[in-house]
């Protein structure tokens, strides 16, 4: 009996009873495995198991076997969550933000704003020409969704509002700069085409330069204009846009290229507007575009070895067709001993760059090709051409103060050229010659007038050129030159201002002036003959009074020698306590642009194309995404100055 109580009794250990049979196991709670728990506390609830949100406290569905699915669901959808993450964001998340004033890196705490990441992907949409159909993609909906789950992507209809609101703000910006700007403006404009519906859009650009003595250029209007572009078309759509942004009162000169058309509507322009708040009644008005004619000219005068060219190009096509030919190219190059420093190029026929380009390359290889004779004699020709237009088409630093010495430079290469012992020469320079004095006789004055601010010419340039230009006539020209001036410097010296150029700095990026360094001095490496001539001409300008005074001393005093780092605006910036009126002469002069295009479209004689994907679009919704593109990018190289940023902005 003692011993059977003993076995019945409990185990103070609580063990399991030995009582002959095997051990019931013990039935241990099933671990919940999903991550979705971190989230939620299981508890039973009347009886039934739920599962309490960590963050906004409702109750769900807790069984087992009712999965967790549910669970999931809530917690994308749960907004104390989200509020949550960005806290936690804020307190863990820092970000080096770079100040757009000086160029410092700040660390600032990251905070997510849905109205502020909308507005970055719509600039982005901008700024880099994406189709608004971006925002459909799988891929980068995907990518968004992983990069800030937060973010809600908006449809393209959206990107579209956001991208509008982008332009509205810019324009006001866009404004208040050229309404606050001193100078006048100097207007460009250019036609650009949609490429699938063929609508013709106008290109309004104002140039000047600020405060600062910084050369901007801000495009007012791209807008489209419907067919027929007649000249009463094309001024209505002018007068309107200098209306609108109240520059009518404010311009020096319109740039355009060399067109019938173009010069009826100018003068229809003169009619429209007050010539009296133009510079000499207008006079100065009408500027043609130097790469367009320079375009004629060459591309006129490539015909007569256009067989040649053709044989060259094809030559090229062929050794590129195929990686075994490339292979046999090289073979052969090797055995001729020609070392390989550039591919094979093939050209564009509508850019006569990408001619000159293909036939530099191909003379690399001359040993290789044949029949090489003709076209090595064209190329040192183009090769001026190429330099001038390259130089004439830039858009960061001015170029119309150049454009009369690169102008006679050229004059005087034709001439000797048409003086060749090669007939083929000698007839192609003829030619050129010819459309060159054409478009020579009607050289606007800006430039001669633009020539003499610059202190490194001055009347030397005149007194040097000009003999060979007028001959016997040549003081009689001077003097004219000189007797627009005193009006010029009349006109002006009405309007009471104090000189311009202590504020800010002026500033032309050091690779930019190293790039314009190298192309003037290829350029103007063979005006050493006008170097001696300045060394052995004293000046000898005479005085005048009555407020003149101002003119004939800068011109009395020496040039200065032509140096590599030489800034003109930089110069002028501080000579306003000096020459406070031909100060302000330089401000609106210095401006002006001899193109009416840049960089590569100045070799090109297509017409500039709209994308496909913005040629679909509304030309309101066109004229916007490539206005707001343009202030975009001029604020970003303003406040980036040293960066190598394409500046343009109207891409083909």
Known sequence: MEDTNKSGSSSPSGSPLRTGHCPLPTIKKRKTTSDVWAHFTRKKVEGKFKAQCHYCGKLYLGESSQGTTHLCNHLARCLRMKFKDIRDMQQQVLIKQQNKVDGTMNLNTYQFDQARVRNKLARMVILHEYPLSMVDHIGFREFVTDLQPIFKLVTRNTLKSDILKIYDNEREKTLKIIDKNGSRMAITIDMWTSSNKKRGFMVITAHFIDHTWTLQSRVLRFVYVPSPHTKDVLAEVLVDCFLEWTTDRKLSTITVDNCSTNDAMIRLLLNKLDTSSLMLGGSMFHMRCVAHILNLIVQDRLSLIGDDIERIRDSVIYWTGSPKRRQKFEENARQLHVQRTKELVSDCKTRWNSTYLMLFTALIYKDVFSRLAKPKDIYGRLELFHSVTEFFSGRKYPTTNMYFALGCELKIALNEWSLSSSEMISMMAESMLAKFNSSWANVSVVMVVAAILDPRYKMKLLEFYYPNIYGDNSDLEIEKIKNLYYDLLDEYG???????????????????????????????????????????????????????????????????????????????????????????????????????????????????????????????????????????????????????????????
């Open 494 to 652: 009405d309007v009471d201002e104090s000189p311009v150029g202590n504020e800010g700095s002026s500033h032309m990026p050091a690779s930019i002036l190293n790039q314009v360094t190298q192309i003037k001095f290829r350029l103007i490496g063979s005006m050493s003959r006008f170097d001696k001539f300045v060394n052995n001409n004293s000046s000898s300008s005479k005085k005048h009074g009555n407020g003149r005074m101002e003119f004939d001393h800068f011109i009395d005093e020496r040039v200065l020698k032509r140096s590599e780092d030489f800034d003109i605006l930089a110069w002028w910036k501080i000579k306003g306590l000096k020459y406070p009126t031909l100060q302000r002469i330089a401000r609106d002069i210095l401006a002006i642009p001899v193109t009416t295009i840049a960089s590569e479209a100045a070799f090109s004689t297509s017409k500039r194309l709209l994308s496909p994907h913005r040629s679909r679009l509304h030309p309101k919704t066109i004229e916007a995404m490539m206005c707001a593109q343009n202030w975009l990018w001029s604020e970003i190289n303003n406040y980036n100055p040293h960066l190598i940023i394409r500046s343009i902005i109207l891409t083909e």
